[in-house]
């Protein structure tokens, strides 16, 4: 690097490190994006001469659900290896929460003394990001609609991936969830090192094909595909009776791992981040210690105590994170662990304006047994037409005021049953400031 750079990289570091303090010393956020732009500012190749500071390597985590989560699995089994990570830990996935991230890890005048860069990137800016970064790993884990109004159809990104993909060494390991037809075809093409995972559980299909899958016809000849069962939305086991197009054989098997959290969702991520371990070395014995010592990351089944209640919130940010939340919830209302959920609807920039989504949703499965829904957020009518409409056995509220739900929640919901609040991103953040007093962003 030439002086001059490295004077504006020291300068953009330091600026970027002020802003950052100021903005936490006044409780304002996090301070996880406003620093990283105004760092770009001073120095826009700030982020590429960061990455190329990580001495063994940079991981990539892309995908619709579940990034958050496997990327903080990910750090924790390497950290418990020694390596030294840096990380963007509050969920900041596009390029100034990025840039953030790893100018937090850096010293004043901009150097990086760590192992691995391990960053969970939103799916739409990947082809962006990859133009200046080029990535030991890359770890893909589905694709979903989600957003429609920014980020398009499945297939649309599909192709960006696989088009920002394809000039990258060819030693460049890609993770692929190989039960999503969508990125296994998309694996399939790429000429980099690629493994598979996925799920061989035939107990754990789903009785029929959710509304919200978006997969469901061959990506090679567009011929229906055949499935021999689905465990999530539009993944599972299939094959095209056409072409004959079919699941790719598997690097990785779920009855191999243990799991800590609760849902299908998260055995996937679970799987991913041990196959991303596994091609570094990792022994597989160390690899289930640190998945049975897996704390959730917050919001996505994160667990409170509130009032001596046990409070689990379920990030819901499309249909798809939305079934599952519900599916996780009504295995425990066969159980008789849960009446009561508190279900909150924004549609704020960072959720995606549109909220017709929520009619995709198999909302008919949280209300088909007695308990209450408290209904809120800047859509809760919306939501409660919706939950109307689906005629069930749960007694509906509706309360606006985000913070008395909250509390008319926790007040009818039984001391030996958790309270499950499902909220859009937004909400999340508020659901948070309420109850711990502190926001992540």
């Not at 006044?26 to 001073?42: D, E, N, Q």
């Not at 884990?141 to 980020?151: E, P, S």
């Not at 998309?186 to 799920?199: A, D, I, M, R, W």
């Not at 919001?299 to 599916?327: C, F, Q, T």
Request: aromatic residues 6%; charged residues 20%.
């Amino acid at each position: 690097m030439s002086i001059f750079k490295a004077l504006r990289l020291a300068i953009a570091c330091s600026v970027a490190k002020s802003v950052t303090a100021v903005v936490r010393g006044l409780k304002l956020s996090a301070g996880s994006v406003l620093p990283g732009a105004i760092a770009r500012k001073i120095f826009p190749n700030v982020l590429p001469e960061l990455f190329n500071q990580a001495k063994k390597g940079v991981i990539l985590v892309v995908g619709t659900n579940g990034k958050t989560t496997t990327s903080l699995l990910i750090k924790a089994i390497l950290t418990a290896q020694g390596y030294k990570i840096a990380h963007n830990a509050t969920g900041a996935n596009l390029i100034n929460g990025l840039a953030t991230a790893l100018l937090e890890s850096a010293n004043l005048v901009g150097k990086l003394d760590i192992d691995y860069a391990i960053l969970e990137v939103d799916e739409n800016i990947v082809p962006i990001l990859l133009k200046t970064c080029t990535p030991t790993h890359m770890v893909t884990l589905n694709l979903f609609r989600d957003q429609l109004d920014r980020y398009g159809e499945v297939d649309t990104i599909s192709k960006r991936w696989q088009e920002a993909i394809a000039p990258l060494p060819k030693e460049t390991t890609i993770i692929v969830n190989g039960d999503d037809p969508t990125l296994n075809h998309f694996g399939q093409q790429l000429e980099q090192t690629v493994k598979f995972f996925g799920l061989t559980e035939p107990e754990r299909y789903l009785d029929e094909i959710p509304h919200a899958s978006d997969a469901i016809y061959c990506p090679v000849c567009g011929t229906h595909l055949t499935y021999q069962g689905v465990y999530l939305s539009h993944l599972g086991d299939y094959h095209c009776d056409n072409c004959g197009f079919a699941k790719q054989s598997l690097d990785i098997h779920s009855p191999e791992w243990g799991q800590i959290l609760i849902g299908i969702y998260n055995k996937y991520n679970t799987m991913a981040a041990a196959l991303l371990a596994e091609t570094l070395g990792i022994h597989r014995d160390v690899i289930n210690e640190e998945i049975q010592g897996f704390k959730a990351a917050f919001g996505r089944a994160e667990e409170l105590k509130v009032e001596g209640k046990d409070v689990r919130i379920l990030l819901s940010k499309n249909p798809v994170g939305m079934n599952e939340s519900i599916r996780a919830v009504m295995d425990l209302q066969k159980q008789g662990k849960t009446s009561t959920a508190l279900m909150i609807l924004n549609d704020r920039d960072q959720d995606g304006t549109d909220v017709s989504w929520i009619w995709d949703v198999d909302m008919e499965n949280l209300t088909k047994y007695p308990g209450k829904i408290i209904i809120s957020g800047d859509r809760a009518h919306d939501m409660a037409l919706r939950l109307h409409y689906c005629q069930g056995k749960a007694d509906l509220k509706v309360e606006t005021d985000l913070e008395k739900s909250i509390q008319m929640a926790l007040d009818v919901t039984p001391v030996d049953q958790t309270l499950h609040i499902v909220p859009t991103y937004t909400a999340m953040l508020d659901v948070r400031q309420i109850l711990t007093g502190r926001k992540i962003l």
